[in-house]
Nanobody, 129 residues
């Protein structure tokens, strides 16, 4: 069974930084496309960043230059370093793994429901002064 457990969320002031972690229950990091999504109250879940088995990363425009996705295969852990945080980054952040893809389809971040995914339970990020 695939289990994904996020941690690292919290309350941070605008301009601050946080690093989210996602621990996988099995050795999956280097075999599948993985990524981060977020969902704000009253809004649909949206993609943030994705990384494939070769370490190629992709970001949505709203976080480019501020967020960095990475992974540690030895620790079975996915990370999201978030810098220069803005109030509009406030959301529940979810770790995800594509069920059967090693590469990340271009539209995964935009239409995640098109694919079969595994999800974590989420970690809350609140950006407020």
């Amino acid at each position: 069974e695939v289990q994904l457990v996020e941690s690292g969320g919290g309350l941070v002031q605008p301009g601050g930084s946080l690093r989210l972690s996602c621990a996988a229950s099995e050795i999956t990091n280097n075999r599948w496309c993985m990524g981060w999504f977020r969902q704000a109250p009253g809004k649909e879940r949206e993609g943030v960043a994705a990384i494939d088995t070769n370490g190629n990363a992709r970001y949505v425009d709203s976080v480019k230059g501020r967020f960095t996705i990475s992974k540690d295969n030895a620790k079975n852990t996915l990370y999201l370093q978030m810098n220069s945080l803005k109030p509009e980054d406030t959301a529940m952040y979810f770790c995800a793994r594509l069920a059967s893809r090693t590469t990340c389809p271009f539209d995964w971040l935009f239409i995640p429901t098109k694919f079969t995914n595994y999800w974590g339970q989420g970690t809350q990020v609140t950006v407020s002064s």
